[in-house]
């Protein structure tokens, strides 16, 4: 190999490392879009700081995970998987819906760290 090339390829592991470490590290939450409707859990408690929201939509119907007080949004297809991440430092309840079918709903509920 090319001693440029070889500097190169060494320059961009070491730039992309340390974010391949945080998102490693990153505390990661599963929210799940049941066929019938609902999301489970509906009360979703996650601890204050950065973390991912993995979205399942199992359902037959496109959905859309939607937080108006987060400023989150995330379409998904009929059994599509995805993600979100969040940073909250502020403990509380934060809600969500469905911005396809209004009416299903559920909590953020963010707790302090230990």
Known sequence: MKLWLRAAVL???AWFAPAAVVLAEMPTYTLTFKPDGTFEPARLQVTAGR?????VNQSKQAVEFE???LRA???LGPGVTSFVVL???KPGEYP???DFHPEVKGTLVVVPKP
């Open 73 to 75: 949004e995330k379409v």
């Open 87 to 89: 940073s909250l430092s």
């Open 51 to 55: 973390f991912k929201i993995v979205l």
């Open 96 to 98: 969500f819906f469905d």
């Open 11 to 13: 320059l961009l592991a």
């Open 67 to 69: 937080s108006l007080p």
